[in-house]
């Protein structure tokens, strides 16, 4: 567990100063000045901006596995193994991803309007907050899932990678399995209503979908070289 977090935040630091977390940020963030206008509905705010973080996550999720250069990621490989090595990366884009959608939470709860989208039921500030997070997890876990099984150790072409990475986040999107579109469906119908229901089981979902993507890359990884 050490060895992953100290591996985490390697990889945070290169996402750093590499200074390519930046398009994927002006991606959200245009994103959410399209979506998202003072006196929305908050829920439905936090719908959109929940859907909108799934291709940012995406984007960082393959930025923080193909960052380094092949000898720096050879290098880590050998110290603490390949796939605990992958394993870091996938969880600095995942990171990042949630530090966004946090901000992303504050900025919509603090714009948004307490009501629901007929304008005539009130809505629980802290209840609305709890939904929004869920949400936006399950957003970051659904497109971590994406982006681990749409990159390298994978799919290894880079070519091959970023379009299987659209249509994986299409799919995400709007195929009526996904937990992302379960969550931020439950956000929307939740603000039509007034009455907030915060989506726990497309997290626990989101959650077991990207556990089973970063086993199967990170085992991938410990089989090729």
């Known amino acids: 567990m050490r060895e992953t977090l100290a591996l ?13 977390w930046l398009a994927p940020l002006l991606l959200y963030a245009a994103l959410l000045a399209v979506g998202v206008r003072a006196g929305d509905p908050v829920l439905d705010s936090l719908g ?18 193909t960052a ?24 600095a884009g995942a990171v990042a991803a949630a530090v966004l959608g946090a901000a ?44 681990v099984l749409c990159n390298r150790p994978l799919v290894r072409s880079r070519g091959y990678a970023v379009a299987a990475s659209v249509l ?3 799919a ?3 195929a009526g399995a996904s937990p992302a579109r379960a969550a931020v469906g439950a956000l ?10 915060v989506p726990w089981v497309p997290l626990l979902c ?4 990207a556990g089973l993507a970063a086993c199967a890359a990170c085992a991938v990884a410990a089989r090729r070289p």
């Open 206 to 209: 989101a959650l077991g979908v």
């Open 168 to 170: 994986g986040t299409v």
């Open 8 to 20: 985490t935040r390697y990889q945070l630091a290169v996402l750093l100063r590499s200074q390519r």
């Open 68 to 91: 380094e250069p092949a000898a720096a990621r050879h290098c880590a490989a050998a110290a603490t193994g390949p796939g605990r090595a992958h394993l870091g990366g996938v969880a």
């Open 188 to 197: 929307s119908r939740a603000s039509a209503r007034g009455s907030v229901d």
């Open 48 to 65: 959109f901006a929940a859907a909108a973080l799934l291709p940012t996550a995406v984007w960082l999720v393959r930025v923080c596995v």
């Open 104 to 147: 992303a939470v504050g900025l919509v709860t603090a714009v948004g309007s307490r009501g629901s989208t007929d304008g005539g039921d009130a809505v629980p500030a802290a209840s609305a907050v709890v939904a929004g997070v869920c949400g936006i997890l399950t957003c970051v876990l659904v497109g971590t899932a994406v982006g």
């Open 172 to 174: 995400a999107l709007v």
